[in-house]
T-cell receptor, first 115, second 113 residues
Framework: NAGVMQNPRHLVRRRGQEARLRCSPM?????VYWYRQLPEEGLKFMVY????????ESGMPKERFSAEFPKEGPSILRIQQVVRGDSAAYFC?????????????FGPGTRLTVL | GNSVTQMEGPVTLSEEAFLTINCTYT??????LFWYVQYPGEGLQLLLK?????DKGSNKGFEATYRKETTSFHLEKGSVQVSDSAVYFC????????????FGKGTLLTVNP
């Protein structure tokens, strides 16, 4: 039973480039969460998606960041015109659709470095 | 809003020592509480959880009890091993229709042989 998959594991971008981070949830999971971990900080919630819907994006920066979870394929977190402050580890988590299930399963993360 | 405050690290212990990592929270309603563990270079793994007051979560010798009166969820283990060296995160979720997690800053634990 494959866990949550994220790719790439490491991504290097120059300032001004675009970064695309992919997350494939566990089989049967229809809820996806993205979190950002800055150096020596805890994880901060960014966005919560279900298939084809953004449920809660209260943690997303207003500009340059977007997320989607299409009907087919992985969830994508997109960062346009990256800046050095975007350097962080980005974690995706998924959970099953049934109510009352609180547990989120995390992927290994994508470590983004902006030069 | 919701917040989680956990003991600042790093914590360094000898093998077989007793471990406590304090965690307190602020939340509206009745959140669920979690401890996650992160090994170097890896993602987070759920260690244990409690979904209502007075529940005790336990796993791999770790325990934590949901204390509503003190808004706490302290992590304990009676005898740590070198393999327990990792970063430990306390977290909560409001539940309802949105299970987003609010995390503490993490506590680095190093266990020496």
């Amino acid at each position: 039973n494959a866990g949550v998959m994220q790719n790439p594991r490491h991504l290097v971008r120059r300032r001004g480039q675009e970064a695309r981070l992919r997350c494939s949830p566990m089989k049967g999971h229809s809820h996806v969460y993205w979190y950002r971990q800055l150096p020596e900080e805890g994880l901060k919630f960014m966005v919560y998606l279900q298939k084809e819907n953004i449920i809660d994006e209260s943690g997303m920066p207003k500009e340059r960041f977007s997320a989607e979870f299409p009907k087919e394929g992985p969830s994508i977190l997109r960062i346009q015109q990256v800046v050095r402050g975007d350097s962080a580890a980005y974690f995706c988590a998924s959970s099953p659709p049934s109510k009352g299930r609180h547990e989120q399963f995390f992927g290994p993360g994508t470590r983004l470095t902006v030069l | 809003g919701n917040s989680v405050t956990q003991m600042e690290g790093p914590v360094t212990l000898s093998e077989e020592a007793f471990l406590t990592i304090n965690c307190t929270y602020t939340a509206t309603g009745y959140p669920s509480l979690f401890w996650y563990v992160q090994y170097p270079g890896e993602g987070l793994q759920l260690l244990l959880k409690a979904t209502k007051a007075d529940d005790k979560g336990s796993n791999k010798g770790f325990e934590a009890t949901y204390r509503k009166e003190t808004t706490s969820f302290h992590l304990e283990k009676g005898s740590v091993q070198v393999s327990d060296s990792a970063v430990y995160f306390c977290a909560l979720s409001e539940g309802g229709s949105n299970y987003k997690l609010t995390f503490g800053k993490g506590t680095l634990l190093t266990v020496n042989p």
